[in-house]
């Protein structure tokens, strides 16, 4: 999974503080993808974004949940006012733009709230 | 509401046969499939893809193929072998840039 860089490996918050979870895509990708995995169940799509634009939040929790992908630098996934039901592993994944180019995924960041 | 489904959570193959995973889906929008590969504490690494235009794609050992009137894949693993042990995630989307609906996985295991 070398390429898509997320950071940090792990994180642990109490409840009520602020996650910041970062993710540098591959080189040329274009378009950022942020997921949740609860155990035992798969990946759940959140947000997708490109350079400075959400394209879909669809999969967002209306509250707390935030993401970014500046001009420079990182995308940005931030959990504010952290509850033990955020606890999960995030990952990002990224894709060049054109026809037939998966989106190929980060080792993700691993959320714990105590 | 599930709308991609691997009804098999696990599955154990001999080395050197043939592995098979299912993959059904509900959303009839979904045009674009994927399959990824994922070890304990690493993220999805991608394996094959395959369009609705098509219904098989071959890379190396891993064939996927698609019957839409049946809205089922399934990809095949020919021959199998002990690194292919770790958990497959069938995906799709409508379209190739959307957002991914994955289903749970089946945990694939290579017995010597």
């Known amino acids: 999974n070398a390429g898509v860089m997320q950071n940090p490996r792990h994180l642990v918050r109490r409840r009520g503080q602020e996650a910041r979870l970062r993710c540098s895509p591959m080189k040329g990708h274009s378009h950022v993808y942020w997921y949740r995995q609860l155990p035992e169940e798969g990946l759940k799509f959140m947000v997708y974004l490109q350079k400075e634009n959400i394209i879909d939040e669809s999969g967002m929790p209306k509250e707390r949940f935030s993401a970014e992908f500046p001009k420079e630098g990182p995308s940005i996934l931030r959990i504010q006012q952290v509850v033990r039901g955020d606890s999960a592993a995030y990952f990002c994944?990224?894709?060049?733009?054109?026809?037939?180019?998966?989106?190929?995924f980060g080792d993700g960041t691993r959320l714990s709230i105590l | 509401d599930q709308q991609v489904k691997q009804n098999s959570p696990s599955l154990s193959v001999q080395e050197g046969r043939i592995s098979i995973l299912n993959c059904d889906y509900t959303n009839s929008m979904f045009d674009y499939f994927l399959w990824y590969k994922k070890y304990p504490a690493e993220g999805p690494t991608f394996l094959i893809s395959i369009s609705s235009i098509k219904d098989k794609n071959e890379d190396g050992r891993f064939t996927v193929f698609l019957n839409k009137s049946a809205k089922h894949l399934s990809l095949h693993i020919v021959p199998s072998q002990p690194g292919d042990s770790a958990v497959y995630f069938c995906a799709a989307s409508a379209r190739e840039a959307d957002g991914l609906t994955f289903g749970k996985g089946t945990h694939l295991i290579i017995q010597p």
């Open positions: 994944a990224s894709s060049r733009t054109g026809a037939d180019q998966p989106q190929h």
